[in-house]
T-cell receptor, first 112, second 115 residues
Framework: GENVEQHPSTLSVQEGDSAVIKCTYSDSASNYFPWYKQELGKRPQLIIDIRSNVGEKKDQRIAVTLNKTAKHFSLHITETQPEDSAVYFCAAPSLSGYALNFGKGTSLLVTP | DADVTQTPRNRITKTGKRIMLECSQTKGHDRMYWYRQDPGLGLRLIYYSFDVKDINKGEISDGYSVSRQAQAKFSLSLESAIPNQTALYFC??????????????FGPGTRLLVL
Protein backbone atom coordinates (compact mmCIF):
# COMPACT_ATOMS: atom_id res chain seq x y z
CA GLY A 1 0.00 0.00 0.00
CA GLU A 2 0.98 3.57 -0.54
CA ASN A 3 1.58 4.40 3.10
CA VAL A 4 2.91 1.15 4.58
CA GLU A 5 6.46 -0.14 4.19
CA GLN A 6 7.45 -3.60 5.40
CA HIS A 7 10.91 -5.10 6.00
CA PRO A 8 12.50 -7.49 5.40
CA SER A 9 10.95 -9.03 2.30
CA THR A 10 12.41 -12.43 3.16
CA LEU A 11 13.57 -13.85 6.47
CA SER A 12 15.11 -17.22 7.24
CA VAL A 13 15.57 -18.42 10.82
CA GLN A 14 16.35 -21.68 12.51
CA GLU A 15 13.69 -23.42 14.50
CA GLY A 16 13.61 -22.08 18.03
CA ASP A 17 15.02 -18.69 17.13
CA SER A 18 13.04 -15.45 17.16
CA ALA A 19 11.81 -13.55 14.11
CA VAL A 20 11.02 -9.85 13.88
CA ILE A 21 9.23 -8.06 11.05
CA LYS A 22 8.93 -4.30 11.00
CA CYS A 23 6.49 -1.94 9.30
CA THR A 24 6.38 1.82 9.05
CA TYR A 25 3.38 3.98 8.27
CA SER A 26 3.00 7.58 7.20
CA ASP A 27 -0.32 8.80 8.58
CA SER A 28 0.03 9.85 12.20
CA ALA A 29 -3.75 9.60 12.58
CA SER A 30 -3.68 5.83 11.97
CA ASN A 31 -5.01 3.98 14.99
CA TYR A 32 -5.26 0.29 14.09
CA PHE A 33 -2.52 -2.08 12.93
CA PRO A 34 -3.32 -5.70 12.08
CA TRP A 35 -1.04 -8.52 10.99
CA TYR A 36 -2.11 -11.26 8.60
CA LYS A 37 -0.50 -14.63 7.92
CA GLN A 38 -0.77 -16.38 4.56
CA GLU A 39 0.34 -19.99 4.38
CA LEU A 40 1.33 -21.39 1.02
CA GLY A 41 -1.71 -21.73 -1.22
CA LYS A 42 -4.05 -20.38 1.42
CA ARG A 43 -5.88 -17.14 2.07
CA PRO A 44 -4.55 -14.43 4.43
CA GLN A 45 -5.86 -14.66 7.97
CA LEU A 46 -5.66 -12.21 10.86
CA ILE A 47 -3.28 -13.36 13.58
CA ILE A 48 -2.96 -10.32 15.85
CA ASP A 49 -3.72 -6.62 15.87
CA ILE A 50 -3.02 -3.58 18.01
CA ARG A 51 -4.77 -0.31 18.64
CA SER A 52 -2.86 2.93 19.00
CA ASN A 53 -3.78 3.31 22.65
CA VAL A 54 -1.46 0.44 23.67
CA GLY A 55 2.23 -0.14 23.08
CA GLU A 56 2.37 -3.92 23.07
CA LYS A 57 0.07 -6.91 22.74
CA LYS A 58 0.93 -10.58 23.17
CA ASP A 59 -0.76 -13.81 22.18
CA GLN A 60 1.26 -16.87 23.15
CA ARG A 61 4.38 -16.87 20.94
CA ILE A 62 3.50 -13.79 18.92
CA ALA A 63 3.56 -10.17 19.97
CA VAL A 64 3.15 -6.83 18.30
CA THR A 65 4.77 -3.59 19.46
CA LEU A 66 3.85 -0.08 18.40
CA ASN A 67 5.96 3.08 18.49
CA LYS A 68 3.63 5.94 17.61
CA THR A 69 6.36 8.57 17.78
CA ALA A 70 8.48 6.79 15.20
CA LYS A 71 5.40 5.54 13.33
CA HIS A 72 6.44 1.94 13.20
CA PHE A 73 5.10 -1.35 14.50
CA SER A 74 6.67 -4.78 14.63
CA LEU A 75 5.68 -8.43 14.78
CA HIS A 76 7.72 -10.65 17.06
CA ILE A 77 7.57 -14.43 16.89
CA THR A 78 9.45 -16.33 19.58
CA GLU A 79 10.48 -20.00 19.64
CA THR A 80 9.74 -20.29 15.94
CA GLN A 81 8.43 -23.57 14.55
CA PRO A 82 8.31 -24.88 10.96
CA GLU A 83 4.57 -24.20 10.84
CA ASP A 84 5.33 -20.50 11.29
CA SER A 85 6.71 -20.54 7.74
CA ALA A 86 4.40 -18.29 5.72
CA VAL A 87 4.06 -14.82 4.25
CA TYR A 88 3.20 -12.17 6.82
CA PHE A 89 1.49 -8.89 5.95
CA CYS A 90 1.18 -5.81 8.09
CA ALA A 91 -1.56 -3.26 7.41
CA ALA A 92 -2.64 0.21 8.42
CA PRO A 93 -5.68 2.35 7.59
CA SER A 94 -5.51 4.00 4.19
CA LEU A 95 -5.16 7.77 3.96
CA SER A 96 -8.92 7.96 3.40
CA GLY A 97 -9.39 6.04 6.64
CA TYR A 98 -11.96 3.75 5.04
CA ALA A 99 -9.87 0.77 3.99
CA LEU A 100 -6.62 -0.98 4.84
CA ASN A 101 -3.31 -0.64 3.03
CA PHE A 102 -1.13 -3.73 3.23
CA GLY A 103 2.64 -3.96 3.25
CA LYS A 104 4.30 -5.98 0.51
CA GLY A 105 4.76 -8.98 2.75
CA THR A 106 7.59 -10.87 4.44
CA SER A 107 8.27 -14.46 3.45
CA LEU A 108 9.38 -16.24 6.63
CA LEU A 109 11.10 -19.60 6.40
CA VAL A 110 11.75 -21.58 9.58
CA THR A 111 14.26 -24.35 9.01
CA PRO A 112 14.40 -27.40 11.32
CA ASP B 1 -13.30 -19.77 5.86
CA ALA B 2 -16.31 -21.17 3.97
CA ASP B 3 -18.34 -18.04 4.74
CA VAL B 4 -16.62 -16.17 1.89
CA THR B 5 -16.63 -17.95 -1.45
CA GLN B 6 -15.24 -17.04 -4.84
CA THR B 7 -15.98 -18.39 -8.30
CA PRO B 8 -14.24 -19.47 -10.39
CA ARG B 9 -11.18 -20.64 -8.47
CA ASN B 10 -9.06 -20.73 -11.59
CA ARG B 11 -9.56 -19.07 -14.94
CA ILE B 12 -7.59 -18.87 -18.16
CA THR B 13 -8.67 -16.27 -20.69
CA LYS B 14 -7.35 -14.48 -23.74
CA THR B 15 -6.39 -10.86 -24.20
CA GLY B 16 -9.41 -8.70 -24.96
CA LYS B 17 -11.99 -10.99 -23.39
CA ARG B 18 -14.46 -9.78 -20.77
CA ILE B 19 -14.55 -11.83 -17.62
CA MET B 20 -16.30 -11.65 -14.27
CA LEU B 21 -15.11 -12.91 -10.92
CA GLU B 22 -17.78 -13.45 -8.32
CA CYS B 23 -17.75 -13.28 -4.54
CA SER B 24 -20.44 -14.30 -2.09
CA GLN B 25 -20.53 -14.14 1.70
CA THR B 26 -22.81 -15.42 4.41
CA LYS B 27 -21.24 -13.43 7.22
CA GLY B 28 -23.76 -10.62 7.02
CA HIS B 29 -21.02 -8.01 6.67
CA ASP B 30 -21.69 -4.73 4.92
CA ARG B 31 -18.11 -4.12 3.83
CA MET B 32 -16.62 -6.01 0.88
CA TYR B 33 -13.32 -5.64 -0.96
CA TRP B 34 -11.43 -6.85 -4.00
CA TYR B 35 -7.64 -7.21 -3.92
CA ARG B 36 -5.07 -8.54 -6.29
CA GLN B 37 -1.91 -10.26 -5.15
CA ASP B 38 1.28 -10.30 -7.18
CA PRO B 39 4.62 -11.74 -6.02
CA GLY B 40 6.61 -9.08 -4.20
CA LEU B 41 3.82 -6.52 -4.38
CA GLY B 42 1.60 -7.76 -1.59
CA LEU B 43 -2.15 -7.18 -1.52
CA ARG B 44 -3.34 -4.18 -3.48
CA LEU B 45 -6.86 -2.83 -3.17
CA ILE B 46 -8.88 -2.62 -6.39
CA TYR B 47 -12.36 -1.59 -5.20
CA TYR B 48 -14.33 -1.58 -1.99
CA SER B 49 -17.98 -1.23 -1.05
CA PHE B 50 -19.55 -0.37 2.29
CA ASP B 51 -23.11 -1.16 1.22
CA VAL B 52 -25.14 -1.89 -1.89
CA LYS B 53 -25.23 1.77 -2.95
CA ASP B 54 -21.63 2.54 -2.10
CA ILE B 55 -18.70 1.76 -4.47
CA ASN B 56 -15.21 3.21 -4.06
CA LYS B 57 -12.04 2.97 -6.09
CA GLY B 58 -8.95 1.57 -4.49
CA GLU B 59 -5.30 1.92 -5.28
CA ILE B 60 -5.40 0.17 -8.68
CA SER B 61 -8.91 0.42 -10.15
CA ASP B 62 -7.96 1.15 -13.78
CA GLY B 63 -9.09 -1.65 -16.09
CA TYR B 64 -11.54 -3.04 -13.54
CA SER B 65 -15.17 -2.45 -12.61
CA VAL B 66 -17.37 -3.84 -9.86
CA SER B 67 -21.00 -4.48 -9.06
CA ARG B 68 -22.57 -4.90 -5.64
CA GLN B 69 -25.70 -6.84 -6.51
CA ALA B 70 -26.75 -7.43 -2.93
CA GLN B 71 -25.26 -7.22 0.53
CA ALA B 72 -23.89 -10.72 0.06
CA LYS B 73 -22.54 -10.43 -3.50
CA PHE B 74 -19.72 -8.36 -4.96
CA SER B 75 -18.46 -9.02 -8.49
CA LEU B 76 -15.29 -7.86 -10.20
CA SER B 77 -15.17 -7.45 -13.97
CA LEU B 78 -12.32 -7.07 -16.38
CA GLU B 79 -13.88 -5.41 -19.42
CA SER B 80 -10.99 -6.22 -21.76
CA ALA B 81 -8.44 -8.47 -20.11
CA ILE B 82 -4.72 -7.86 -20.67
CA PRO B 83 -1.75 -10.05 -19.71
CA ASN B 84 -0.58 -7.82 -16.84
CA GLN B 85 -3.89 -8.54 -15.11
CA THR B 86 -2.64 -12.07 -14.55
CA ALA B 87 -2.68 -12.38 -10.77
CA LEU B 88 -4.32 -13.96 -7.75
CA TYR B 89 -7.53 -12.14 -6.84
CA PHE B 90 -9.00 -12.09 -3.36
CA CYS B 91 -12.38 -10.98 -2.20
CA UNK B 92 -12.74 -10.00 1.45
CA UNK B 93 -15.42 -8.88 3.88
CA UNK B 94 -15.06 -7.07 7.15
CA UNK B 95 -16.86 -6.13 10.29
CA UNK B 96 -15.99 -2.69 11.56
CA UNK B 97 -16.59 -2.88 15.27
CA UNK B 98 -15.14 -2.58 18.72
CA UNK B 99 -14.13 1.04 18.43
CA UNK B 100 -12.22 0.75 15.20
CA UNK B 101 -11.01 -2.84 14.98
CA UNK B 102 -11.60 -4.24 11.53
CA UNK B 103 -11.01 -7.92 10.85
CA UNK B 104 -10.98 -8.78 7.17
CA UNK B 105 -12.09 -12.27 6.14
CA PHE B 106 -10.69 -13.39 2.82
CA GLY B 107 -12.14 -15.74 0.25
CA PRO B 108 -10.06 -18.61 -1.15
CA GLY B 109 -8.84 -16.58 -4.12
CA THR B 110 -9.22 -16.78 -7.90
CA ARG B 111 -6.11 -17.47 -9.93
CA LEU B 112 -6.41 -15.67 -13.27
CA LEU B 113 -4.15 -16.16 -16.28
CA VAL B 114 -4.52 -13.84 -19.25
CA LEU B 115 -2.83 -15.09 -22.39
Amino acid sequence: GENVEQHPSTLSVQEGDSAVIKCTYSDSASNYFPWYKQELGKRPQLIIDIRSNVGEKKDQRIAVTLNKTAKHFSLHITETQPEDSAVYFCAAPSLSGYALNFGKGTSLLVTP
Amino acid sequence: DADVTQTPRNRITKTGKRIMLECSQTKGHDRMYWYRQDPGLGLRLIYYSFDVKDINKGEISDGYSVSRQAQAKFSLSLESAIPNQTALYFCATSDFSDGGRETQYFGPGTRLLVL
